[in-house]
């Protein structure tokens, strides 16, 4: 399994997009499809990939069985990451670019699959086009897919970016403070072309990857405005789990993260709002209100000092208190679509949630779920289920964000165990604003925050 966490994208809804996604695309946000910037920050829609408003929707869904599938191998290798249990071999190392005569002949394709991340749009180069790339609080590292795809570039919306085609494009050479730090931000060390161009290499825990050219080029904003000497990967050889996506963005604890490049800029802070397949959310880098929210520690781990740790405290079910042991050190994480929680206090949960469901006829596990009940969410009365976190921070959950529908005829509890680290996944998250202020080390919640 590879130290670098599994990229499994997002996932929180299947199904059939009903005939009003469109106008609904058309009208309501059709207006802020590019970052831009004003007084308080950077800002970026996002978007579900299975919404029609996607810039990188998927040309089939994927069933909810392998969306969970994937979910468990990006836990697994979160927890081997943690563990430090794991240390791949590096492919970089091996790569056809380190060779003059490396030609376009394309490897294994990957699982080359959507499923499922929430996307925004950048804007890269000069002139400047745009790109769909997915979001993710737990990567360091940001590329897209590169012409001339030497070895392999998957599928995507959208054309390939052309860094011959940028006149301010350059790559940065192996001597670089940049190509230094890239074994901090991906855990694999970087390489060097005969030419002295670094070569990096992102790997996740599927076995996908990214391997390529280190570079700068100019972000440009939907007002104009220029951020020249962004870092970044220019993909040679990319395959696995990116589905129709140019790339992949980091928000994560690293100076070589889209979050930290630009903090000195803008601010030393990030927001979000997850969406669902039927509304747009939000992705914001700088400043923001900050009596919108309540707030819990950012916590310091020696597990890993990239991730964003903080204290989940307990739980209530219908104002009965569940707690959870001091010991337990707990990741909000953007990747991660079904809650985990420590054995004894998800049994602790399950209890507690099926005692105020009795008779209602229950249904067999399904999966990594194993709370669940005949019928649909809407015929269930999901009981009052709030998240207690250090410092007064509560978050009070919809029906929707405790139990999820996994087929025709079934809903099911959204948490799962695992080992004794706590993950707070998407689906709890989903439509609540949520924000990394890094520079005042908490984070904040605050309801209706799609809205």
């Known amino acids: 399994m590879d130290l670098l966490h599994y990229l499994c994208f997002f996932f929180l809804f299947i199904g059939v997009f009903s005939s009003s996604d469109d106008s609904i695309c058309s009208s309501k946000f059709s207006e802020a499809l590019h970052p831009h910037l004003n007084g308080s920050g950077v800002h970026f829609t996002l ?8 810039p990188a929707p998927f040309a089939a869904p994927l069933s909810f069985s392998a969306v969970l599938s994937h979910d468990a191998a990006r836990v697994q290798a979160l ?78 919306a959208g054309s390939v970016f052309d860094p011959s085609a940028s006149a301010t494009h350059h790559s940065l050479p192996c001597s670089s403070s940049e190509c230094g730090g890239l074994k901090s931000a991906t855990l694999n060390p970087p390489a ?16 996908s990857f990214s391997i390529g050219y280190l570079s700068k080029d100019v972000l440009t904003l939907d007002n104009g405005q220029r ?39 803008v601010g030393n802070a990030f927001s979000y709002c997850l969406p669902s397949t039927s509304s747009a959310g939000y992705l914001s880098i700088g400043s923001y209100n900050p009596g919108h929210f309540s707030y819990t520690p950012l916590v310091s781990s020696s597990l890993d000092d990239t991730l964003y740790f903080l204290r989940l405290t307990g739980f209530t079910v219908a104002g009965r208190s569940i707690p959870v042991p001091s010991s337990t050190q707990t990741i909000i994480d953007s990747g991660t679509v079904i809650t985990r929680l420590p054995r004894n206090v ?7 949630v099926a005692a105020e469901l009795k008779g209602y006829p229950k249904a067999p596990a399904y999966s990594i779920l194993d709370t669940c009940y005949v019928g649909s969410l ?10 207690v976190f250090e410092g007064g921070a509560v978050l009070r959950l919809p029906a929707r964000n405790v139990f999820i529908d996994v087929d025709g005829s079934a809903t099911c509890l959204a948490f799962a165990p695992s080992s004794e680290v706590a993950i707070i996944g998407n689906t709890q998250q989903q439509g609540f604003s949520v924000v990394y202020d890094v520079g005042k080390s908490r984070i904040g919640f605050a309801a209706g925050g799609c809205a």
Do not use: M
């Open 227 to 265: 951020l020249p000497g962004f870092v970044f990967g220019c993909g040679q050889d990319n395959e696995g789990l990116f589905g129709r996506s140019a790339g992949l963005i980091g928000l994560a604890r690293n100076r070589l993260s889209l979050f930290y490049q630009y903090a000195s800029v």
């Open 192 to 207: 060097c072309s005969i030419s002295d161009v670094c070569i990096y290499e992102a790997s996740y825990g599927d076995s």
């Open 79 to 156: 927890s081997s990451r943690l563990s430090k249990s794991s240390t791949p071999a590096s492919r970089a190392s091996s790569s056809p670019l380190l060779r003059p005569d490396a030609v376009s002949v394309p490897l294994s394709k990957g699982t080359s699959i959507g499923v499922g991340n929430y996307i925004t749009s950048i804007s890269l180069g000069t002139p400047s086009k745009s790109y769909a790339v997915v979001v993710d609080t737990g990567s360091s590292f940001s590329w897209v897919q590169c012409e001339p795809c030497r070895v392999y570039c998957h599928s995507q």
């Open 346 to 352: 998800y049994n602790a949960l399950s209890v507690a």
């Open 378 to 387: 809407s015929r269930l009365a999901v009981p009052p289920v709030e998240l």
């Open 47 to 54: 978007h579900h990939p299975q919404s029609r408003c996607s």
